[in-house]
């Protein structure tokens, strides 16, 4: 019994913690709302989009950002035809995270010869 | 409002029904050994009718992950990347070999999610909300790092009447808007089924990941531990 109760009282805390926003490695913004708003909300999406790049804006390049969001900034750049903008933010996740370094850099290196 | 939160959380994480059995403490064995950075998340492959529920899960498990310590892919730029390369459907990804997803971004390990249940059953008084996923990491050799299946339900009927009400509180405006339970529950699952063994013989959740501040302390313990059982 007592076994079963731990895994479930850190899942309170672990999903408490994440309604709050205490003790978070990163700062997520409303990336999670973003993606929701993107996938099944079109009428929205300008204004969501447009939030998620001034929150990724404000980062500029910093640590905090949680991994893969500067990235995310990027494709939906890429989505509204913005190359460079796309590629101003790849750029940022490729000097964050050595883990996106062989994605982004091919992806990068398309782009640039693209323009 | 955060006492509010924090009981109806309590409540859907008590119908919460585990369907893990017997502990079997070589589980993380192979986990341990490979210890991966980064997860490739791939779209979740979709059992059940609802389209919301693919992206719905999609969208929810970065942040797991990323607290959790490791490099999680950006969702949905490598949606967008597998969609260059010709997989439009989850299941074609699905069954594409792991060792090749994994090579294409030069990833450690690559997270597989099949819903098998997403469901709202309208009775009488109150509907009851189910969930049910399956989850498996595969390294980047394709070989198995860790399984899990869990399922949860909700019923307002369980509280009282004013829990719909909280449901709806509890989540972000566009969240709510479009799946007013099934979020808190997806979540709910996802950080069970996520969370960080007491143990190694628990059986249930994955280590921390190296980005994490428990991260050598974790895996000096596993070595403690199997250096006793040896």
Known sequence: ?115 | MKELKFALLFIIVAVASGCATTSDPDRLNAFHDAQPTSILVVPPMNDVTDVQATTSVLATLPYFLGEKGFYVFPVNTVKTLLEFEGYYEPAEVHSAPPEQLANLFKADAVLYVTIHEWTSKYMVFATVTEVDFGYKLVAADGSMLWEERLQAEYSPSSGGGGLIGLVVDAVEAAVERANPTYIPLTKTVHARALVTPAANSSNQGIPVGPYHPAYAEYYQRVAADSAVSE
Not at chain 1, 60 to 74: D, I, K
Not at chain 1, 88 to 115: C, D, H, T, V
Request: net charge negative; proline share 4%.
């Open chain 1, 1 to 115: 019994m007592n076994k079963r109760l731990i895994p479930l009282a850190m899942a309170v805390v672990f999903v408490t913690g994440c309604a709050t926003g205490n003790n978070q490695l990163y700062d997520w913004g409303e990336y999670e709302q973003t993606l929701f708003v993107v996938y099944h909300e079109p009428e929205y999406k300008e204004q969501a989009l447009n939030n998620y790049l001034t929150f990724v804006r404000e980062h500029n390049g910093e640590g905090t950002l949680a991994p893969g969001l500067y990235a995310e900034a990027g494709t939906f750049l890429l989505e509204q035809g913005d190359v460079s903008g796309a590629v101003a933010f790849y750029k940022m996740e490729y000097e964050r995270w050595p883990e996106s370094q062989p994605m982004l850099g091919i992806l990068i290196e398309n782009l640039e010869a693209q323009q």
